[in-house]
């Protein structure tokens, strides 16, 4: 080793405690653990740095570059995930210089793409609220309040309620949980903090959900289960009461709050119908009816999609049309008798 090079080891060991072998205690990771399963677009991380760090942290996902400066010696951030393995490298540099690195692996779980159903064999569920996180207690509240376990008055909500933002003084889970309502619509138990309305805080795993999803959706959509199950033909997921195959319990980009745009999440399981030539009776066998990329002639605004013509959820006909009409030739003539 050079003078110079010792040197300058010398001064990084005396500033960060380095150990003779290079690695350092710069960085302390609080959460997540190494190999975690996540569910959710997103990882919230915690992590401290020793005392008189005046650095930067730098976070790469996929080795896709997100510089942080943050002051302070606990630093809780989130980063965005893709589906399947994400390698998440937290470095921490002084003047110009990496002092510490910490890489982990995570695996983003999703049930839509087949391929990313199950995780590796290494990859574990990590209930965050399940294990002993005192050290978060310093700053953050962990049990649940009187207020949090009020039920929320959900016959004042109105569609509209999901753009408001009440903020920390409602919620508990707020200082940790704030991102959940960054998406474009937010759900209207979930925009007014009713978190324990669908998460139990006495159950175990602790805030676990009544399964299956209907169980839990219909508390509150009465209505829809009435009309869904007088129907003679419900589509398979809804049977299963599977909601959240399609839909986001919180808050999502698309209308209704859907997992994907509306053709894309009917694709994603009916490959088949992908290929733009859904073949609509023998009129069809060679050409298809277009299942996009026109205008709905019966929503205004609307763009013509498989839920055009099929109803999400259940209906009277074994196709699920959308609409009550007595045959295909009506069903046809709904948008083309003009
Ligand atoms: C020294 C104080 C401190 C400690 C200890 C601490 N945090 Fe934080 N945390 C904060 C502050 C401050 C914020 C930002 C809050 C805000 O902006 O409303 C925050 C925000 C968060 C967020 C939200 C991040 C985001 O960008 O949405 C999460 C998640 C979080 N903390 C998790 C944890 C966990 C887990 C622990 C324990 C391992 C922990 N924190 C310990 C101070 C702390
Ligand atoms: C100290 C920060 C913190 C607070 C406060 C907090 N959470 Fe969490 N919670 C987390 C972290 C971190 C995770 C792991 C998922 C992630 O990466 O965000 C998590 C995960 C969860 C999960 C998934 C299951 C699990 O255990 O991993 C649920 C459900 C949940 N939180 C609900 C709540 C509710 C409801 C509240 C309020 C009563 C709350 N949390 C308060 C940090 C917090
Ligand atoms: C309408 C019911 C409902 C409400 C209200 C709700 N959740 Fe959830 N939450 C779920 C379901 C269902 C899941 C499981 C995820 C799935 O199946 O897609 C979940 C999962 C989670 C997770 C795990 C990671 C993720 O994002 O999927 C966290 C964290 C969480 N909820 C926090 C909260 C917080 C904080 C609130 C209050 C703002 C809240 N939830 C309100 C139904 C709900
Ligand atoms: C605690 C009561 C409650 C629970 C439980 C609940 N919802 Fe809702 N939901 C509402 C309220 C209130 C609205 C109206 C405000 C809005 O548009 O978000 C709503 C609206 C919706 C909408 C939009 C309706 C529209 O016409 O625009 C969808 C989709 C939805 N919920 C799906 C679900 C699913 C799926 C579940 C189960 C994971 C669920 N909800 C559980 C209260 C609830
Ligand atoms: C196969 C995907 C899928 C499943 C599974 C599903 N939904 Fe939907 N849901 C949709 C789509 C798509 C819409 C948007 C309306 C449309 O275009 O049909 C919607 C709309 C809604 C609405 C708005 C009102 C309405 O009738 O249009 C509610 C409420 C709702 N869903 C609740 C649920 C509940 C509760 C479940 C579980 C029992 C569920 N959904 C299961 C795809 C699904
Ligand atoms: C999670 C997977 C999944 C998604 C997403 C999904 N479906 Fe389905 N769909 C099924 C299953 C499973 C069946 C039942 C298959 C069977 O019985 O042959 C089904 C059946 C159907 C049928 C009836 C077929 C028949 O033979 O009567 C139609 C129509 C349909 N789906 C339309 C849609 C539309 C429109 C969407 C988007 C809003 C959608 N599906 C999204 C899984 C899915
Ligand atoms: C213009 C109306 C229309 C549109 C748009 C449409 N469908 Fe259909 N679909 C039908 C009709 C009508 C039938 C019944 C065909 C028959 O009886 O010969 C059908 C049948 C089906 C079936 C059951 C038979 C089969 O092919 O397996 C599925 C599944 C289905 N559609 C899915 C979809 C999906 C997914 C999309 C979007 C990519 C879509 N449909 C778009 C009208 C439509
Ligand atoms: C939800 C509305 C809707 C329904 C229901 C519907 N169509 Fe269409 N159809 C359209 C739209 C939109 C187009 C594309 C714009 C156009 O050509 O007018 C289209 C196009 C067509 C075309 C021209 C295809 C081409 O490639 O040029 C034919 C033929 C057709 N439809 C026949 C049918 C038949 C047969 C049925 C009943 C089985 C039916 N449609 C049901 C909306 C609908």
Same mark, same amino acid.
């Given at each position: 080793?050079?003078? !110079?090079?010792?040197?300058?080891?010398?001064?990084?060991?005396?500033?960060?405690?380095?150990?003779?072998?290079?690695?350092?205690?710069?960085?302390?990771?609080?959460?997540? #653990?190494?190999?975690?399963?996540?569910?959710? $677009?997103?990882?919230?991380?915690?992590?401290? +740095?020793?005392?008189?760090?005046?650095?930067?942290?730098?976070?790469?996902?996929?080795? $896709?570059?997100? +510089?942080?400066?943050?002051?302070?010696?606990?630093?809780?951030?989130?980063?965005?995930?893709?589906?399947?393995?994400?390698?998440?490298?937290?470095?921490?540099?002084?003047?110009?210089?990496?002092?510490?690195?910490?890489?982990?692996?995570?695996?983003?779980?999703?049930?839509?793409?087949?391929?990313?159903?199950?995780?590796?064999?290494?990859?574990?569920?990590?209930?965050?609220?399940?294990?002993?996180?005192?050290?978060?207690?310093?700053?953050?509240?962990?049990?649940?309040?009187?207020?949090?376990?009020?039920?929320?008055?959900?016959?004042?909500?109105?569609?509209?309620?999901?753009?408001?933002? #009440?903020?920390?003084?409602?919620?508990?889970?707020?200082?940790?949980? !704030?991102?959940?309502?960054?998406?474009?619509?937010?759900?209207?138990?979930?925009?007014? &903090?009713?978190?324990?309305?669908?998460?139990?805080?006495?159950?175990?795993?602790?805030?676990?959900?009544?399964? #299956?999803?209907?169980?839990?959706?219909?508390?509150?959509?009465?209505?829809?289960?009435?009309?869904?199950?007088?129907?003679?033909?419900?589509?398979?997921?809804?049977?299963?009461? !599977?909601?959240?195959? /399609?839909?986001?319990?919180?808050?999502?980009?698309? #209308?209704?709050?859907?997992?994907?745009?509306?053709? $894309?999440?009917?694709?994603?399981?009916?490959?088949?119908?992908? +290929?733009?030539?859904?073949?609509?009776? $023998?009129?069809?066998?060679?050409?298809?009816?277009?299942?996009?990329?026109?205008?709905?002639?019966?929503?205004?605004?609307?763009?013509?999609? /498989?839920?055009?013509?099929?109803?999400?959820?259940?209906?009277?006909?074994?196709?699920? &049309?959308?609409?009550?009409?007595?045959?295909?030739?009506?069903?046809?003539? !709904? /948008?083309?008798?003009?």
């Amino acid at each position: 080793m050079s003078v !110079k090079k010792f040197c300058a080891t010398l001064v990084l060991v005396l500033l960060f405690n380095l150990t003779a072998d290079g690695s350092s205690k710069v960085l302390t990771l609080h959460y997540p #653990p190494d190999k975690s399963v996540v569910e959710s $677009d997103y990882m919230s991380i915690s992590l401290s +740095t020793i005392e008189g760090f005046d650095g930067h942290l730098k976070v790469e996902v996929n080795k $896709d570059e997100t +510089t942080k400066i943050l002051p302070g010696q606990f630093r809780c951030f989130r980063v965005a995930l893709y589906p399947g393995i994400n390698t998440i490298d937290l470095l921490a540099e002084s003047g110009g210089k990496s002092v510490d690195q910490i890489s982990i692996t995570v695996f983003r779980r999703s049930s839509i793409i087949s391929r990313y159903r199950i995780p590796p064999p290494e990859f574990t569920m990590a209930f965050f609220h399940m294990q002993d996180h005192s050290e978060c207690t310093g700053c953050h509240v962990l049990d649940p309040t009187e207020a949090d376990r009020k039920p929320a008055n959900i016959l004042k909500l109105s569609a509209k309620s999901g753009n408001e933002m #009440p903020g920390s003084s409602v919620s508990t889970c707020y200082s940790c949980h !704030k991102g959940i309502l960054s998406d474009k619509y937010v759900h209207g138990p979930v925009a007014v &903090w009713s978190c324990l309305s669908c998460h139990d805080p006495d159950s175990d795993p602790r805030y676990s959900v009544k399964r #299956p999803d209907s169980d839990m959706c219909y508390e509150c959509h009465l209505e829809e289960m009435k009309i869904w199950s007088s129907k003679k033909y419900v589509h398979g997921p809804v049977n299963l009461g !599977k909601c959240t195959i /399609c839909h986001k319990p919180h808050a999502s980009d698309y #209308p209704f709050y859907l997992l994907k745009q509306s053709w $894309d999440l009917c694709v994603s399981c009916h490959v088949d119908s992908a +290929t733009g030539k859904h073949v609509i009776g $023998d009129a069809f066998s060679t050409k298809g009816h277009p299942t996009r990329g026109y205008p709905d002639p019966l929503r205004k605004g609307g763009e013509l999609v /498989c839920a055009s013509c099929h109803n999400s959820h259940a209906s009277s006909f074994p196709n699920l &049309w959308k609409y009550e009409v007595e045959s295909l030739f009506d069903l046809c003539q !709904k /948008c083309h008798n003009k």
